[in-house]
């Protein structure tokens, strides 16, 4: 199956980080939080798709993510917390080369994403909780992560947009 089948099949649409993305899932139960502006589903779930050569630019939002593999290519997800510790983890099902299907991302912390060198695309999941709002999503510029973190230039240069 190629990457522009799932697309298709999925009805997956451009996301603003990088990737097609489709929602599959908003809990009906919502809630209101101290620190977020407005009210707030309990989780959300979405398909993410990325093609190689592409990347999901650092960004962070102030709930937890999930991501879950599904198919194609390991994804590599590269982490920078507020304390500035750096973290890469891949996401994918050969177990046995220290993948994990499933990973998650601390609300608060940077991350960005790529498909492993040699692949042609990667299909995920991901579950956010409290629900996803475009209101909790951040993405700096290059030039203000590097000035937030400049010890990470090199990785930051790589996966953020100019």
């Known amino acids: 199956m190629t990457a522009d089948t799932i697309i298709k099949e999925l009805d997956l649409k451009v996301h603003p980080e990088g990737g097609y993305y489709r ?3 908003r809990s009906t139960g919502a809630l209101e939080l101290s620190g977020y502006e407005g009210i707030r589903s309990f989780s959300t779930g979405i398909y993410y798709l990325l093609l ?3 990347i999901s630019a650092f960004h962070k939002i102030k709930q937890d993510e999930m991501w879950h ?3 194609g290519s390991s994804l590599e997800l590269h ?3 507020p304390d500035g510790s750096y973290q890469k983890v891949i996401v994918g099902n050969q177990l046995n080369y220290g993948e994990v299907p499933q990973f998650v991302v601390h609300g ?3 991350f960005a994403a790529r498909v492993c060198s040699g692949g042609h695309y990667s299909l995920a999941g ?3 909780a409290p629900g996803f709002d475009f209101k909790d999503f951040v993405m700096p510029s290059r030039s203000e992560l590097i000035q937030q973190f400049p010890k990470h230039e090199a990785i930051i240069r790589e996966l953020t947009h100019s």
Do not use: A, P, R
Request: glycine content about 12%.
């Open 52 to 54: 190689q050569g592409k």
């Open 108 to 110: 608060g912390d940077y």
């Open 79 to 81: 982490i920078i917390s």
């Open 23 to 25: 929602e599959t899932y």
């Open 69 to 71: 593999f599904y198919k």
């Open 126 to 128: 991901c579950t956010v």
